[in-house]
């Protein structure tokens, strides 16, 4: 079974989402997908009623999932560890142990834009707009993981 995890700062926006959306385009009996966030703040708390809202709006149901944070234990469980962006992709980086732990972690939107480094925006403080781009954006990054991923099993 393969293993992918989607981290962002909090996991209540972001990343679940990311999960969401790449769980409903694997099929379970082969894939397993979690997110986590680099920080502490949302432990235990469902995700942010906007993220539950827009991927209810696509036919999604994230509602029952729960934040957690990241930790080193992740690297030996996940094969491939997708950040939001730069900031909590290097907070991955320096916990990892060595060059392995490493070369599982890959920004999410450079599936779509190949070594560009560029960030899914936290739609946190943003209107529900930002909820809705956000949702596309990794609509389109998971499709292309989603499409990659299956080629190989």
Avoid: W
């Avoid at 827009?54 to 729960?66: C, F, P, Q, R």
């Avoid at 834009?113 to 990054?141: C, H, I, R, T």
Wanted: glycine share 6%; charged share 25%.
């Amino acid at each position: 079974m393969t293993k992918i995890l989607m981290v962002c700062l909090g996991n209540i926006c972001r990343s679940p989402l990311a999960e969401g959306i790449l769980r409903s385009k694997l099929p379970a009996s082969e894939f397993l997908v979690d997110s986590s966030g680099t920080a502490s703040y949302h432990i235990g708390n469902a995700p942010d009623r906007r993220s539950v809202k827009v991927a209810k709006k696509y036919g999604l149901d994230i509602s029952n999932l729960k934040g957690r944070q990241f930790s080193v234990a992740d690297f030996d469980i996940f094969d491939h560890i997708f950040a939001m962006d730069e900031t909590n992709f290097y907070n991955i980086i320096a916990l990892a142990r060595h060059n392995a732990d490493q070369d599982k972690v890959k920004l999410i939107l450079n599936e779509i834009y190949p070594d560009q480094n560029y960030s899914v925006p936290d739609p946190y403080y943003g209107g529900k707009e930002g909820f809705e781009n956000v949702y596309k954006m990794l609509d389109e990054a998971c499709s292309i993981i989603a499409d990659r991923l299956t080629m190989k099993s």
